[in-house]
């Protein structure tokens, strides 16, 4: 099982930009697929943005977060990242990173959830 740290959430007004960081130095990311989930109070957690483990780094976008955020990876920092701008109330959440069965739709997530990294839009 790939553990993962998440880290870079914060308190930021509506409007303002975050960049998350989840990064797994234990292990070899390149062989997965992984994204980004979130979890907000009293609703279920969901797939945020995934990206592939391939020559193309095919991504998805959940339809609330499609051009404003951004995902990417540095495998060689065994690191993945997520590049929050234009953020809204309705992004509050905690954020999580997890492996996935496929980048498309964000699969299915396995492995152990990680500690998250809470994110708060608020003015």
């Known amino acids: 099982q790939v553990r993962f740290v998440e880290s870079g959430g914060d308190l930021v007004q509506p409007g303002g930009t975050l960049r998350l960081s989840c990064a797994a130095p234990e292990h070899n990311l390149v062989d997965y697929d992984i994204g980004w989930f979130r979890q907000a109070p009293g609703k279920e957690r969901e797939g945020v943005s995934c990206?592939?483990?391939?020559?193309?780094?095919?991504?998805y976008y959940g339809d609330s977060v499609k051009g404003r955020f951004t995902i990417s990876r540095d495998n060689a920092k065994n690191t993945m990242y997520l590049q929050m701008n234009s953020l809204k109330p309705e992004d509050t959440a905690v954020y999580y990173c997890?492996?996935?069965?496929?980048?498309?739709?964000?699969?299915?997530?396995?492995?152990?959830w990680g500690p998250g990294t809470q994110v708060t839009v608020s003015s």
């Open positions: 997890a492996t996935v069965t496929s980048w498309v739709l964000c699969g299915v997530p396995f492995g152990s």
């Open positions: 990206i592939s483990n391939n020559r193309n780094g095919d991504t």
